[in-house]
């Protein structure tokens, strides 16, 4: 088993987990089948506070089936969402999501062309940036 399923087996799994509330898998690059699996979880999982997904290879697609999750979720405290891959419809789909999101205290930064957009969101809802 490649490291890319073990990381989808890990959010399948944490779907019906009530325990672990922090988990990292930055640096995992994780394929589509790994963003619906994040997307799903992120809809199910209300114990998972922290969740980093810094540093993954992703498309604008990914990002938009992660951020579906994001919007319902009703857990999540912390997420560090640092992508070199974001471009317009993504970025739209995070701003859309922290809009959304009512649990969200701490956001990671994003290392794209418009982190404006996302900053503005974050000062609005007093969110704590992840420097």
Not at 123 to 128: A, F, G, M, Q, V
Request: net charge negative; aromatic share 4%; with cysteine.
């Amino acid at each position: 088993m490649c490291i890319r399923d073990s990381v989808i087996a890990i959010y399948e799994a944490l779907k019906t987990n009530n325990t672990l509330t922090s988990l990292d898998t930055a640096d995992c690059n994780i394929s589509r089948e790994g963003a619906i699996a994040i997307g799903e979880l992120l809809k199910i999982n209300t114990s998972l506070a922290r969740l980093r997904l810094g540093e993954f290879c992703v498309d604008d697609e990914d990002v938009k089936i992660i951020c579906k999750g994001l919007e319902s979720n009703k857990g999540l405290e912390e997420l560090n969402f640092d992508c070199t891959k974001i471009e317009n419809e993504g970025l739209q789909a995070l701003c859309s999501a922290l809009k959304i999101n009512k649990t969200l205290t701490r956001f990671g930064s994003i290392d794209c062309d418009a982190p404006e957009m996302i900053k503005e969101i974050i000062i609005s809802k007093s969110i704590e940036p992840i420097e």
